[in-house]
């Protein structure tokens, strides 16, 4: 469902696209259709989470005109604060789409069964 929504929201020949490690990776990696060169960066196995929004950060400065889309779960949104407020300090904005964790994968969250995305724009 990710990928559809964002299929359907942004201009793939005019953004990049990153996930985080996990489900938003294995969900986003093998299917999300990349229209330009750097339209989705991924990395395999081996990053850790909250890795997206460095990811996508960077690409918002190598590409200031494009925009750039970070999707991550729960977890991974607990490791982005700081990230977040340098956004905000600095002005390079990116665009977060956080797609919640069910409760029997992370019961302790009290997250919910949701099936809306929720954006947090940083810019």
Known sequence: MVNRDLTETIDRRDSTTSADSGSPRDQLST??????????????NVSTLGFSLAVVTGARLAY??????????????????????????????????????????MPHCGAGRSSRRRPVYTG
Do not use: K
């Open 31 to 44: 299917i999300y259709e990349s229209l330009v060169p750097d339209g989705f960066i991924g990395w395999g």
């Open 64 to 105: 200031p005109e494009r925009v750039c889309v970070n999707v991550t779960g729960d977890a991974g949104v607990a490791y982005m604060p700081d990230n977040f407020e340098a956004l905000v300090r600095h002005g390079p904005g990116a665009t977060t789409v956080n797609s919640p964790s069910d409760p029997p994968q």
